[in-house]
């Protein structure tokens, strides 16, 4: 299967960025579709965003939409989550996930291969 790293993540003060990154070593992403979850303390696991490796298609979630930005790099197998204008209510444990397939979904059981998660913490 292939593996996802992620790294990034912290603490920052609301209106602050970051940058998650989620890496793919053994194969590459040329034809999955990676996506972004996050889960708050007793929240439900909720979708953020999505990209297509191949065809580079875009979904995001309203909530974070105008805000946070998935992209890929070709040349490091990675995929990024710029997150922009943070706000506290996007504190959460943030997760890349992976399916072979172009098509994304929503629905998190629907991911085969998953990272280890990074926090990410806005404070007010």
């Known amino acids: 299967q292939v593996p996802l790293v992620q790294s990034g993540g912290g603490l920052v003060q609301a209106g602050d960025s970051l940058r998650l990154s989620c890496a793919a070593s053994?194969?590459?992403?040329?034809?999955?579709?990676i996506a972004w979850f996050r889960q708050a303390p007793g929240k439900e696991r909720e979708f953020v965003a999505a990209v297509s490796w191949s065809g580079g298609s875009t979904w995001y979630a309203d909530s974070v939409k105008g805000r946070f930005t998935s992209s890929r790099d070709n040349a490091k197998n990675t995929v990024h989550l710029q997150m922009n204008s943070l706000k506290p209510e996007d504190t959460a444990v943030y997760y890349c996930?992976?399916?072979?397939?172009?098509?994304?979904?929503?629905?998190?059981?629907?991911?085969?291969?998953w990272g280890q998660g990074t926090q990410v913490t806005v404070s007010s």
């Open positions: 996930a992976a399916r072979l397939t172009t098509y994304y979904s929503e629905d998190y059981s629907d991911y085969e291969y």
């Open positions: 053994g194969r590459t992403f040329s034809s999955y579709a």
